[in-house]
């Protein structure tokens, strides 16, 4: 899945860490101007390096005002209205989805760049049939002009597709201007970042959602519905990779997603990118949610070589991407213990020439699901498919599996979706559901404290990596609520 946004990035400011200390790269500096022309919002620093201390690695006491929010229902509104920080192909493709469904309002648009903020608001008011989006105000002068808008425009709910270091800003800045916060993945960068989403969340009382898309994929719900149905027995060890060659976005260089997201691959050496094939699995398995919860993560990295090797094959020596001193292992396997002994292998390779996967496979006592391919194997076979547990069900043999398994909110909604788009239709069952649960005042299907520990995957795995593969233990972010929390519920 390609997550390209129009807000870019400025070259690497040095920022001192426990693990890194960056070093600063001449050529990249006298770049620095031009980059900052457009992307000054982040001149103050970025961190492209975890910072993770002891007190971050346990409970936290919840102050008396805040309200956990692992079930939260916020008051109905008859009509949402939205805002939008980032107008990319990622940003653009959310707005005119959400422009399309029923019940939805589209009164403001931030970008950097004007000509795609105006492309967004000319496609949402095609969409509201001149009626529903007639109002649609932009915000372009700048790289606070996102503060003014939800300050002027006081939003319901704010989808924020930028660059990964300012999802945590742009979302703690929404919560405390009372708007509900939709942020692309990840959620945040540190941990601290997302300790301080969650008692913004808490305090504010307003959702912190992190947008993780795969979620609402056919066959992703499918194999949730099936393990909340005992079909594999009893969970023991689940499967995670987002494994996507995306060298080709380096051609972005001043503008784009590569423009940005190179400057990580070549300063951070961890699991960067977790969350598209872990949190299925984690919902599969309840994690965090009543069941189940992440104790501690062991990570490794491969050497450093994809990205250096392309560089110096498509750009000429002195370009700024042949300055860079890659450090970051093209492939990154972590492994997950959690509390109750079970264990996730997590992969993550954006470099490495091979087909795109991620791996969704999930094990159980009585057999095993599995994803690309799509395939099944139960103990005693499929009937009138399969015999035993030594072969797959898989292509026209899942047949029967989907006819009695499928999930009733793609029942519902599979149609519509694959219609709209978005990733098969994923993207738009996504934002359909948010629109849904904000309108008839229900939980989210994906909590705060959820996007926080999926997207912890990244900071701690830099810290191991670094520690040699030593382990490092999850903050509990519900502060000891997973317990009592509510597992999602197979909506219909």
Same mark, same amino acid.
């Given at each position: ?266 300063? %951070?050496? $961890?699991? +960067?990118?977790?969350?598209? /094939? ?6 599969? @398995?309840?994690?965090? =949610? ?121 029942? %519902?909604? $599979?149609? +519509?979706?694959?219609?709209? /788009? ?6 738009? @069952?996504?934002?359909? =559901? ?59």
């Amino acid at each position: 899945m390609v997550h390209r946004q129009s807000w870019n990035l400025a070259s690497p400011e040095t920022r001192c860490n426990k693990l890194v200390i960056l070093k600063k790269n001449e050529h990249m500096n006298s770049n620095r101007r031009n980059f900052l022309k457009k992307t000054s919002l982040v001149g103050a620093g970025i961190a492209f390096t975890p910072s993770i201390s002891k007190a971050n690695m346990f409970s936290q006491h919840r102050v008396s005002s805040a309200q956990y929010m692992g079930g939260f229902v916020a008051p109905k509104l008859d009509t949402v209205r939205f805002a939008f920080i980032g107008v990319g192909s990622r940003g653009s493709g959310h707005a005119k989805q959400i422009a399309s469904i029923e019940g939805t309002e589209i009164v403001a648009i931030s970008d950097l760049y004007e000509d795609l903020a105006k492309k967004s608001e000319e496609a949402c008011k095609e969409l509201g049939k001149g009626q529903r989006h007639k109002k649609i105000k932009l915000y372009t002068n700048g790289e606070n002009d996102w503060k003014k808008m939800l300050e002027e425009q006081k939003p319901d709910a704010v989808i924020i597709a930028t660059p990964w270091e300012l999802h945590a800003p742009m979302a703690i800045g929404a919560m405390n201007a009372g708007t509900h916060a939709f942020v692309e993945v990840p959620l945040a960068l540190t941990v601290e970042e997302m300790w301080q989403l969650v008692d913004v969340s808490e305090k504010t009382k307003k959702h912190c959602m992190m947008m993780e898309n795969v979620n609402y994929g056919r066959e992703e719900l499918l194999y949730l519905n099936m393990c909340r149905q005992g079909v594999i027995g009893e969970l023991l060890h689940g499967e995670a990779a987002y494994i996507h060659e995306l060298r080709s976005q380096m051609e972005d260089v001043d503008r784009g997603t590569g423009s940005w997201r190179t400057p990580h691959y070549a300063h %951070r050496n $961890g699991n +960067l990118y977790p969350t598209h /094939g872990l949190g299925p699995v984690a919902q599969y @398995m309840n994690i965090a =949610r009543g069941e189940d919860n992440f104790k501690f993560m062991n990570s490794f990295s491969s050497p450093a070589k994809g990205r250096q090797l392309y560089a110096e094959k498509n750009f000429p020596a002195d370009h700024k991407w042949n300055q860079l001193d890659f450090k970051g292992g093209d492939i990154n396997t972590s492994i997950i213990k959690t509390e109750m002994g079970r264990t996730i292998m997590v992969q993550w390779d954006e470099t490495s020439p091979r087909p795109y996967t991620r791996h969704n496979l999930i094990q159980g006592t009585k057999g095993a699901l599995a994803g690309f391919p799509n395939r099944v194997a139960l103990e005693g076979g499929i009937e009138g498919v399969t015999e035993n547990h030594h072969e797959w069900a898989e292509g026209d043999g899942l047949q029967k599996i989907f006819e009695k398994y499928e999930h009733p909110l793609y029942k %519902r909604l $599979g149609e +519509l979706a694959t219609k709209m /788009g978005g990733h098969g239709g994923m993207d738009f @069952m996504m934002l359909y =559901r948010i629109v849904e649960c904000l309108r008839k005042g229900e939980p989210l299907d994906q909590n705060l404290y959820e996007g926080c520990l999926w997207s912890a995957v990244g900071p701690l795995s830099e810290a191991s990596v670094a520690a040699n593969g030593a382990p490092q233990e999850f903050p509990d972010f519900t502060r000891g609520s997973w317990k009592k929390t509510d597992a999602l519920a197979i909506v219909d």
